[in-house]
T-cell receptor, first 119, second 111 residues
Framework: GAGVSQTPSNKVTEKGKYVELRCDPI?????LYWYRQSLGQGPEFLIY????????DSGLPNDRFFAVRPEGSVSTLKIQRTERGDSAVYLC?????????????????FGEGSRLTVL | QKEVEQNSGPLSVPEGAIASLNCTYS??????FFWYRQYSGKSPELIMF????GDKEDGRFTAQLNKASQYVSLLIRDSQPSDSATYLC???????????FGTGTKLQVIP
């Protein structure tokens, strides 16, 4: 498809389990972002990739959270030893980087999100 | 102090009125400013972006930026019930492209 694709759309897991959330960005977008959104809050920045490298991971809450983007396209957000406080909607977004002469408005294109519930 | 601050609302306006949404930001180095609309249960979608001081109009929407006051606003003219949503203010602090969002203002347009 033409948009950002996230899977799974819903994930219910038990406290202490490991979870992987996948994001497939818009083709050609080199910038990829992960955000977390709790009810009634705005999206909270987690990590930003430019190509394969994490340009800024300052938003990852602790070392239980890790994200990869090995080929500069699909990204996986990994959460170890999940806690009830990790329950939220995890949003992925992509954008043009502004490199290679592509006009970058800074617009983020969001996927539909992965709703994580930790019981 | 939060990086991007918004009144959470709800802001209720009658149909046909002007809705005024406000946002302040803390980083004076911020370069790009965005308004996203988020319907309940959906993902954010871009409404407006603005880079320069002053006003920018697009249809019923006007974004206003005042960098000296670190203030950005969104005006929605002739508000419609379909405008009822949460409006997120977002700021790009330049250098690279980290985009920071406010908590959002919930707008209710009453028919």
């Amino acid at each position: 498809g033409a948009g950002v694709s996230q899977t799974p759309s819903n994930k219910v897991t038990e406290k202490g389990k490991y979870v992987e959330l996948r994001c497939d960005p818009i083709s050609g977008h080199t910038a990829l972002y992960w955000y977390r959104q709790s009810l009634g809050q705005g999206p909270e920045f987690l990590i930003y990739f430019q190509g394969t490298g994490a340009a800024d991971d300052s938003g990852l809450p602790n070392d239980r959270f890790f994200a990869v983007r090995p080929e500069g396209s699909v990204s996986t957000l990994k959460i170890q030893r999940t806690e009830r406080g990790d329950s939220a909607v995890y949003l992925c977004a992509s954008s043009h980087s502004g490199l290679a002469g592509v006009r970058n408005t800074g617009e983020l294109f969001f996927g539909e999100g992965s709703r994580l519930t930790v019981l | 102090q939060k990086e991007v601050e918004q009144n959470s609302g709800p802001l209720s306006v009658p149909e046909g009125a002007i809705a005024s949404l406000n946002c302040t930001y803390s980083d004076r180095g911020s370069q790009s400013f965005f308004w996203y609309r988020q319907y309940s249960g959906k993902s954010p979608e871009l409404i407006m972006f603005i880079y320069s001081n002053g006003d920018k109009e697009d249809g019923r929407f006007t974004a206003q930026l005042n960098k000296a006051s670190q203030y950005v606003s969104l005006l929605i003219r002739d508000s419609q019930p379909s405008d009822s949503a949460t409006y997120l203010c977002a700021v790009n602090s330049g250098g690279y492209q980290k985009v920071t969002f406010g908590t959002g203002t919930k707008l209710q347009v009453i028919p």
